[in-house]
């Protein structure tokens, strides 16, 4: 999903801004899908494509596209998300996009039904709360072997498997033929958690 700050709803929606900058660790959105917004008013963002450029290489006339004055402000606007550091050499993710007024269908559960299951699922837990910690080790290594990704957390596998299944029910996990991915869902939860 792509955030964008209150400001800018009204200028994505009239098609005035339809680029964004994002620093990702990985790419959240893929070209050809659409997402909904965070908007009041509803709506849809269509991906259209996504590039990876070097933070160097972003120039004024990227940062005009994108609704900022230059360079210096698109790479500020891009790390104030994450708060990381940015050098020449990272990387920042170009997203190109049209809106929609016409949102995809509602996802099986709302934002706020999954914070209560997650919760609950964090309550019943014997070794203590599990589920954020889970969903980002799997955001941070998509496509990475369960074997691994259960010694990183010191979890038995048998257990770190069964608690992505969890996950998966409640639709923010996919399975790939090696390893996990989160869903859109999945990582709209992953984003707003990170902003709380």
């Known amino acids: 999903m792509l955030m964008f700050t209150s400001e800018d709803h009204r200028r994505v929606a009239s098609g005035e801004i339809t680029v964004t900058w994002r620093l990702w660790k990985y790419a959240h959105v893929k070209a050809g899908k659409t997402y909904a917004t965070n908007f009041a008013f509803g709506g849809a963002i269509v991906v259209e494509d ?15 596209e994108a609704g900022q004055p230059d360079a210096t402000a698109l790479i500020e606007y891009a790390r104030s998300h994450t ?9 920042l993710y170009r997203v190109r996009f049209h809106f929609e007024s016409e949102a995809p269908p509602k996802l099986e559960y709302s934002l706020e039904e999954v914070s209560k299951r997650l919760a609950r699922l964090d309550r019943a837990s014997r070794t203590g709360p599990w589920t954020l910690q889970t969903l980002r080790l799997i955001e941070e290594n998509p496509g990475v072997v369960s074997r691994e990704l259960a010694l990183e957390i010191d ?3 048998p257990d770190f498997k069964l608690n992505v299944r969890k996950l998966k029910h ?27």
């Open 50 to 64: 996504v590039r990876e450029v070097p933070a160097g290489e972003i120039t004024d006339a990227d940062a005009h």
């Open 83 to 91: 708060g990381r550091p940015v050098s020449p050499d990272t990387i």
């Open 155 to 157: 979890v038995p596998r």
């Open 170 to 196: 409640l639709g923010l996990t996919l399975s790939l033929p090696v390893g996990y991915e989160l869903t859109e869902l999945g990582q709209t939860y992953i984003d707003l958690a990170g902003e709380a």
